[in-house]
């Protein structure tokens, strides 16, 4: 019985400090929610700070973080080169720094350092558009580097790798052949490899075909670990399709698609898959549904068998639609959704328009308008009944999770004077504080 009662508390103590932690761009749950409490709710760049750190450049990376320290990362326009960070979280004071190869931009506002640190508290890695690839210890010394570029993009490739269970999962899904002069012009495959964090080697690599056209072929999404009755898998989306992996080889366990029957050219697939209530949630991109695909599933899964999905496509056959349907404006092209407490929110950048979404069926129990005057590209973040958001101006909503409707309990900016940053990071939240990370800097809020 003592035994038992330890080994309880061990784990319990072991929760706790992971629940604390933020370690990858969707947090500790991969899902954008975080079971921390006592969280602000009310808070400006004047109120509720606890410091402010200067950053030495953009990016639309999420900041991570672990016990004391947070990890970011920056293109520095003074040196022209990446740069990995780590910064005390008590006091924002910089403890290291590295520089990774040098940044590059396709004009459009992004960079690449867009993709987000990921940590275990063993290692941290940092992973960049460029296709450098770099593993340090905690308190800064580099323990391996590599290049798994060149990537076949129309526009700055930013997809963050998955630390899950020693291994580092890195998904590229990209062009058949090279455009605007990236890629390999001997041909580009699709595929995930695993990379043991430690040493920089492979471990594995699995091929991943698509039936894609053109543009559609790239996606910029994370995969999702997952495990549903005992069954481990990694979730990955992009190329038109959904398919679900063992992590052990990456081999293909099950397959649906497509949201693109007619094949259009130019659909880059944005979103991460999001699990929550025992499905998983695909978000098609510009405009078209959200669909919903039943957990559990094997081989090749047929529309009619999904859950649910959000309204038809003027390309598709009703008659091959889920068996819900539901509001049209549910639809996310950039912002990954958010599972907490029981529902999916979803959040329409465009609109700037944000769904409090039943998981079994798809039904909307409320949405509402956000607000501001421009669109939401970072993804939602949520704790403590509250959830956060940040559009490109830097204005950022609390709104109250849960409940029959819509409520914004706080709206402040984080906008510097100057600062033309088309703000994209998502908001982490950490051991009773928010990390927001601007154009020029990154602030602490709360206690």
């Known amino acids: 019985m003592k035994s038992a009662l330890t080994l309880t508390l061990l784990l319990s103590a072991s929760a706790a400090l992971h629940a604390g932690n933020w370690s990858n761009w969707r947090g500790p749950l991969h899902n954008g929610s975080s079971p921390e409490t006592g969280l602000p709710t009310t808070f400006s760049k004047t109120e509720g700070v606890k410091w402010v750190t200067t950053l030495p450049g953009p990016s639309a990376a999420t900041p991570v973080i672990w016990g004391d320290h947070v990890f970011v990362t920056a293109a520095d326009a003074a040196t022209g080169k990446q740069c990995a960070i780590a910064l005390d979280r008590r006091t924002g ?21 867009s993709p987000s640190p990921v940590t275990d508290g063993r290692v941290v890695i940092f992973f960049f558009g460029t296709g450098d690839l770099a593993g340090f210890e905690l308190g800064g010394k580099r323990l391996w580097s590599r290049n798994l570029g060149p990537f076949a993009f129309q526009w700055t490739f930013s997809a963050t790798p998955l630390l899950h269970q020693g291994q580092l999962i890195a998904q590229i899904l990209q062009r058949d052949v090279a455009v605007r002069g990236r890629g390999k012009p001997t041909g580009n495959e699709s595929y995930l490899l695993a990379i043991d964090p430690l040493t920089g080697k492979d471990l594995w690599r699995s091929v991943r075909p698509s039936e894609a056209a053109a543009e559609s072929l790239e996606a910029y999404s994370t995969p999702l670990p997952f495990t549903h009755q005992g069954r481990e898998e990694l979730v990955v989306i992009g190329g038109d399709c959904i398919t679900g992996h063992d992590p052990r080889d990456g081999r ?15 659909w880059r697939l944005v979103p991460s898959v999001t699990a929550g209530n025992g499905v998983l949630l695909a978000c098609a991109p510009k405009n078209a549904p959200v669909y919903a695909v039943k957990a559990g599933a094997s081989g090749k899964v047929a529309t009619k068998d999904l859950a649910w999905q959000s309204h038809i496509q003027p390309t598709e056959d009703a008659a091959e639609a889920a068996p819900n349907v539901n509001e049209k404006d549910l ?16 959040l329409n950048g465009t609109k700037r328009r944000l769904f409090s979404v039943n998981p079994a069926d798809g039904k909307v129990i409320w949405s509402g308008d956000l607000g501001g005057k421009s669109v939401f590209q970072a993804s939602p973040t949520a704790a403590d009944g509250k959830l956060y958001i940040m559009n490109f101006d830097a204005d950022v909503s ?23 940053t088309r703000h994209r990071s998502s908001i982490s939240i950490s051991q009773g504080n928010l990390f927001i990370r601007t154009g020029t800097k990154l602030w602490c809020v709360g206690k």
């Open 93 to 113: 004071k910089q403890l290291w720094r590295a520089e990774v190869g040098e940044f590059g931009t396709d004009g459009q506002y992004s960079n690449t350092c």
């Open 398 to 420: 609390v709104v109250q999770t849960g409940g029959a409707e819509f409520k914004v309990l706080h709206r402040t900016n984080f906008r510097d004077d100057g600062d033309d």
């Open 252 to 266: 293909e366990l099950w397959r649906w698609g497509t949201w693109n029957p007619t094949k259009i050219g130019h």
């Open 331 to 346: 639809t996310s092209d950039v912002p990954t959704p958010l599972f907490h407490d029981g529902r999916f929110y979803v």
